[in-house]
T-cell receptor, first 118, second 110 residues
Framework: GAVVSQHPSRVICKSGTSVKIECRSLDFQATTMFWYRQFPKQSLMLMATSNEGSKATYEQGVEKDKFLINHASLTLSTLTVTSAHPEDSSFYIC??????????????FGPGTRLTVL | DAKTTQPNSMESNEEEPVHLPCNHSTISGTDYIHWYRQLPSQGPEYVIHGLTSNVNNRMASLAIAEDRKSSTLILHRATLRDAAVYYCTDSRTGANNLFFGTGTRLTVIP
């Protein structure tokens, strides 16, 4: 259980175009989902927290008008990179908050999306 | 923000136990400790979590210091498939706001 999928797994686009990445919790409902970015050989950096039915909360330094997040249902969140530029090339990973046996919660991560902007 | 520190890298021989340390300098009494690992070009994978007591599951064991300022992830018999970057985290608000440090890159030597 607790599977999170992402689509697409890899995308190459031209500079100036927009790219949408989907994150789905396949076997559980997630009121909260998260978006991370990871550059080569670096750690994960939290970009934003997405709550179903409300506006996302962005971390300091992340442009909300550039990285549009929509969490329209309990199983789907989308990240749209608008007017992408080469510096936006990165590994984008989503996660969904779920509950473990015993009551503690954790985050279940998707497989990631590799974005390359030419 | 919660802050953890880990060694940048560790090596282990295959089939031997591995102890991965983590310092939790800002942990508070109600924060759970989570460990994740990440294989190349994949999302992180949940490994184990705990609050105060030591924990065991099919993947690993977690030893938590009495003052909770440190924890140790124990892989009882390292295999080549355990080669990954291991991250420890703790959070002020459950699994919200998990901030990942630099992690420990584990190399398993055949």
């Amino acid at each position: 259980g607790a599977v999170v999928s992402q689509h697409p797994s890899r995308v190459i686009c031209k500079s100036g175009t927009s790219v949408k990445i989907e994150c789905r919790s396949l076997d559980f409902q997630a009121t909260t989902m998260f978006w991370y970015r990871q550059f080569p050989k670096q750690s994960l950096m939290l970009m934003a927290t997405s709550n179903e039915g409300s506006k996302a909360t962005y971390e300091q330094g992340v442009e909300k008008d550039k990285f549009l997040i929509n969490h329209a249902s309990l199983t789907l969140s989308t990240l749209t990179v608008t007017s992408a530029h080469p510096e936006d090339s990165s590994f984008y990973i989503c996660s969904a908050r779920g509950w473990l046996a015993g009551g503690a919660d954790t985050q279940y991560f998707g497989p990631g999306t590799r974005l390359t902007v030419l | 923000d919660a802050k953890t520190t880990q060694p940048n890298s560790m090596e282990s021989n295959e089939e031997e136990p591995v102890h991965l340390p983590c310092n939790h300098s800002t942990i508070s009494g109600t924060d759970y400790i989570h460990w994740y690992r990440q294989l190349p070009s994949q999302g992180p994978e949940y490994v184990i979590h705990g609050l105060t007591s030591n924990v065991n599951n099919r993947m690993a064991s977690l030893a938590i210091a009495e003052d909770r300022k440190s924890s140790t992830l124990i892989l009882h018999r390292a295999t080549l498939r355990d080669a990954a970057v291991y991250y420890c985290t703790d959070s002020r608000t459950g699994a919200n706001n998990l901030f990942f440090g630099t992690g420990t890159r584990l190399t398993v030597i055949p």
